[in-house]
């Protein structure tokens, strides 16, 4: 590792210079004062880039945002007003969760009877089974009557179905889902998951549900075609999404998904505020049971609703589904007065993840990175951003989400030494001698997005085999790896070697290697001596192929 330097400059007084002779010597050995300045270089030592064989030319992290749309500005009960309204309140609790629970029930059988028999389901529901579930949408009345809210503030009118076929609305508790099926009973888009809930499931699918998995581009695309289809048609109600995918805190518009405006049909953007000073009925980072039971003791929970202005698709039918979902998201967000962020639902997963790591970390929505924006600039998804931070996470960072050298190495299964320090440095762009997640994460993205690392990674595979061999063996290996660094001991290299080889057979497949690579993908250095006068055109290509 390069060293400081220190420069010791020597300079004559002017009045010694001008008292000599242009034969005198520079420097006078006589004892009139000499001024001596030492100038230190404090700059950082400069490193190499090692991922410059890829054709890396380094990266850069944004600045961070202090915009948490996730949290709950009253998790916990706080002043004596609030634990007196508890008191006084706890034996209408109790009437309550009677009421919410018959509610419930008498809802559940009515929608069980509405269901029964009909097996037609990719129809419209019959109209008489429809007047049966007249009974449900009463009951869900009494629910959010149960739940405080005894009147509920209504500002605008819901469009014609003809005029506007697709309703969306910002989401911040599991209010306003009640709230719609009793308002406008509509065909509702929601996860999967949903339709394992008690009573919950049985209650949607009378709604003609159309269910996603976020994480399933076919599913996604068969989700958007069951919005066309119903849309399309006015014997289907109304279609309903909540396009920012997750409940936040109301005090920020979260990044959109597309599923409502790819079908390019007129959508009605409908509003939810629920106004407090006391009690934060969002949805966020709290439990489902705590927030009910502060639902329950509240005197009153105010909840408004505004229906806004039909937005229509530009009529050259040449607007993208980004700029159609951005252009509602922008009215939304001045009739809700609040600011726009690039958050999504993956980074309520990050949020998840850190602040139930064993880490006890103070801030955990210091992790998230506002990932639609990361997803668009990067190419990488929620999964794969969550599977990084669980490695960020083995590296046990401090309270304040910092990782140290070490704690970097002893993951990756690397010793101190100047290559290993110049990983951590192209990680390290702050040069604070510790890494955040943000830079974790943009800094492997960044290698793993690159255009020669599928390429690499199957001629690093190539170099490593030996003969007609299809699996690496610890001694070639071994003698790959010390080529980057030279003195590991065999402890070192076995522990390196486990890494690779996961399912322990002494051997390294080439599924294991690239699973290796892509859930590490720094480690890739560790063949670039091997890989720097490679022809990545041509062997790489055909390697990948092969491989994939």
């Not at 001596?36 to 600045?63: C, E, K, M, W, Y």
């Not at 909840?303 to 050259?316: A, G, H, Q, T």
């Not at 892509?518 to 055909?542: E, H, M, V, Y």
Request: hydrophobic share 45%; charged share 20%; with cysteine.
């Amino acid at each position: 590792m390069p060293s400081n330097h220190y420069t010791q400059t020597t300079l004559t007084s002017t009045a010694a210079m001008g008292e000599a002779g242009l034969t005198s010597p520079l420097l006078s050995s006589s004892d009139q004062p000499h001024l001596i300045l030492t100038v230190h270089d404090d700059s950082p030592p400069q490193f190499r880039n090692p991922f410059a064989f890829l054709g890396s030319g380094g990266f850069t992290v944004p600045v961070s945002t202090t915009a948490d749309p996730f949290k709950n500005n009253t998790l916990e009960v706080a002043g004596v007003y609030e634990w007196l309204k508890i008191g006084v309140c706890l034996p209408i609790a109790i009437v309550r969760l009677v009421l919410f629970g018959v509610s419930l029930l008498v809802g559940f059988v009515a929608t069980k009877l509405a269901l029964l028999g009909w097996k037609d389901r990719q129809n419209p529901m019959p109209k008489w089974r429809c007047r049966i579930m007249w009974i449900t949408r009463v009951c869900t009345r009494c629910i959010l009557f149960a739940f405080g809210y005894h009147w509920i503030r209504r500002k605008g009118k819901p469009a014609p179905r003809a005029m506007a076929p697709i309703v969306v609305s910002n989401h911040v508790s599991f209010i306003e889902p009640i709230f719609y099926f009793y308002e406008l009973f509509p065909t509702i888009v929601a996860s999967e998951s949903h339709d394992s809930l008690p009573f919950v499931g049985t209650i949607i699918r009378a709604m003609q549900v159309i269910y996603v998995n976020r994480f399933s581009p076919s599913s996604r695309r068969q989700a958007v075609s069951e919005i066309k289809r119903k849309a399309a048609s006015d014997r289907f109600p109304r279609v309903l999404l909540f396009p920012e995918g997750t409940t936040t805190n109301g005090r920020y518009l979260i990044s959109f998904e597309l599923g409502a405006f790819i079908p390019g049909y007129p959508i009605q953007p409908v509003i939810v505020r629920y106004p407090h000073v006391h009690f934060d009925q969002s949805w966020g980072h709290i439990s489902l049971g705590r927030l009910m039971f502060r639902m329950f003791t509240q005197f009153h929970n105010f909840m408004e609703v505004e229906y806004l202005p039909v937005v229509f698709p530009l009529d050259n039918k040449k607007e993208s589904a980004f700029h159609f979902a951005q252009r509602t998201s922008h009215a939304m967000a001045a009739a809700l007065n609040v600011v726009q962020t690039s958050h999504s639902f993956g980074d309520l997963m990050l949020l998840m993840k850190a602040a139930n790591s064993k880490s006890k970390q103070v801030r955990p929505s210091a992790y998230m990175v506002e990932m639609a924006s990361v997803k668009s600039s990067l190419n990488i998804s929620s999964m794969e951003a969550v599977d990084l931070l669980d490695r960020f996470l083995s590296m046990n960072p401090d309270p304040s989400g910092h990782v140290t050298y070490h704690d970097f190495l002893r993951v990756l299964r690397l010793k101190p030494c100047t290559f290993s320090e110049e990983i951590f440095a192209f990680i390290d762009v702050d040069r604070n001698h510790a890494i955040t997640f943000k830079q974790f994460l943009f800094g492997s993205a960044h290698v793993l997005k690159l255009r020669l690392f599928r390429q690499s990674c199957a001629l690093a595979f190539s170099e490593c085999v030996s003969g007609d061999n299809v699996y690496i063996l610890k001694q070639q290996f071994g003698d790959i790896i010390r080529s980057a660094i030279p003195d590991l001991n065999e402890d070192e290299m076995d522990q390196l070697f486990d890494l690779f080889d996961t399912d322990c057979d002494g051997r390294i497949s080439k599924d294991e290697f690239f699973t290796c690579l892509r859930r590490n993908p720094l480690l890739i250095a560790l063949f670039s001596p091997f890989l720097l006068n490679k022809d990545f055109s041509d062997d790489g290509n055909r390697l990948l192929e092969e491989i994939v």
